[in-house]
């Protein structure tokens, strides 16, 4: 539950975060009459603000707070130089104190998850896929909606896929597949022989389902989909019905690996060894690398003999200074690994040509590999 006074009255609502934020402790009433500036210095000191004005001005007064909290800075005496992974820390430092101080605007709705405010938006069917059926009124902060409502807009309209030809929808709190260089790779690759007479795949950590749809649409004719969270699940299951593949792909919630062998067994672990800081992140961050190396170490035991492994990971760490190409290999050894193959690609978003990104000379040296690993 939040807590507020409003009128002289104590109140109370309940609370409602994705990333699982506790209730703040000091909460303080708007309205249209609150300054850009002085609303950003009551977020910088902690101090949630709960809206009761129109609902386009706190829209904008989210957008005036934004530009603030991104104002450049004046420039500091040269420093000797840093090294990238301090550059990373210092930028996820600086995203995250950000985004603590925009998540401090804060939104009433009703139990019909409406917005009891005026020109509000109807962000029901938004609400209703992420937070579920409602039977009491909440708070939530503005900027969670605005995530909520562009999770909504692009599950309607989908992401196209080239290299399958497909389009994929995503739900919110799934990483969806805008760099899709990976799918790429699975397409290049010739899959194992093995397969040809022992039809088993599996799918570690199935996300959106995109990769168990690019077996499938391969030839594939049987697939184990795992994914330890449940809305990933219902995620890869919507996907694989619209596309007419669910006859092909069983889905199966697991930590990693299903029961039984496989000739196949293809895995895109987050890449980056670093806490996450919301629900989405878990798919780009790994803390201590603990998916990656589950999967390296389980992999032997849950290979057919003569079947491979797919592994496909981003260099993005190393050139971040992370993990080293070292460790890798030495992980791959330890446990009980062979390489028989890498293929690379370049990534093709549009950060990788941005030369204000704090991370652009790492993104730019960026390469994803597939690398084909069997037992030794």
């Not at 790429?184 to 007479?197: D, G, K, N, R």
């Not at 092909?248 to 996450?276: H, K, S, T, Y």
């Not at 878990?282 to 492994?309: C, N």
């Not at 690379?344 to 990788?352: L, M």
Request: proline share 8%.
């Amino acid at each position: 539950m939040i807590h507020w006074q409003e009128i002289g009255e104590e109140k109370s609502a309940h609370w409602h975060s994705e990333k699982g934020l506790p209730p703040p402790k000091r909460v303080q009433v708007i309205d249209d009459r609150m300054p850009a500036d002085t609303a950003y210095r009551l977020a910088c000191e902690g101090t949630a603000l709960l809206w009761r004005g129109d609902f386009q001005n706190a829209r904008q007064l989210l957008q005036a707070m934004a530009r603030r909290a991104d104002k450049k800075k004046p420039e500091k005496p040269k420093q000797p130089s840093v090294s990238h992974a301090e550059v990373f820390h210092r930028h996820r430092l600086a995203q995250s104190q950000r985004a603590r101080v925009l998540e401090k605007l804060l939104i009433p709705f009703n139990a019909d998850h409406s917005i009891p405010l005026r020109r509000a938006p109807d962000a029901h069917t938004a609400c209703l896929e992420t937070y579920g059926p409602c039977t009491e009124p909440y708070i939530a902060s503005l900027r969670e909606l605005q995530g909520l409502i562009g999770a909504h807009e692009w599950r309607k309209k989908g992401i196209e896929i080239p290299a399958l030809g497909i389009t994929i929808h995503p739900h919110y709190g799934v990483f969806a597949p805008i760099r899709n260089e990976y799918v790429q790779l699975i397409v290049q690759v010739s899959p194992p022989e093995l397969l040809a007479t022992q039809s088993t795949a599996f799918d570690i950590g199935t996300g959106t389902g995109v990769l168990a749809a690019a077996l499938a649409l391969r030839g594939v004719r049987h697939i184990i989909a795992t994914d330890q969270d449940p809305r990933a699940l219902t995620c890869a299951r919507d996907n694989l019905t619209r596309l007419n593949l669910l006859s092909q792909v069983e889905l199966m919630q697991a930590d990693l690996f299903p029961p039984g062998q496989a000739a196949l067994i293809v895995c895109n672990p987050p890449w980056i060894p670093a806490r996450p800081s919301s629900p989405l992140e878990h798919a780009i961050f790994d803390p201590e690398s603990r998916m990656l190396h589950g999967f390296l170490h389980g992999l032997s035991a849950h290979l057919l003999p003569d079947g491979e492994g797919w592994l496909i990971l981003s260099d993005f760490a190393e050139h971040l200074g992370l993990r080293t190409r070292e460790e890798l290999l030495a992980a791959i050894d330890a446990a009980g690994l062979r390489v028989l193959d890498r293929t690379d690609t370049k990534p093709c978003h549009p950060r990788v040509s941005d030369t204000n990104d704090p991370l652009h000379k790492a993104r730019a040296a960026e390469l994803t590999s597939l690398w084909r690993l069997a037992t030794q």
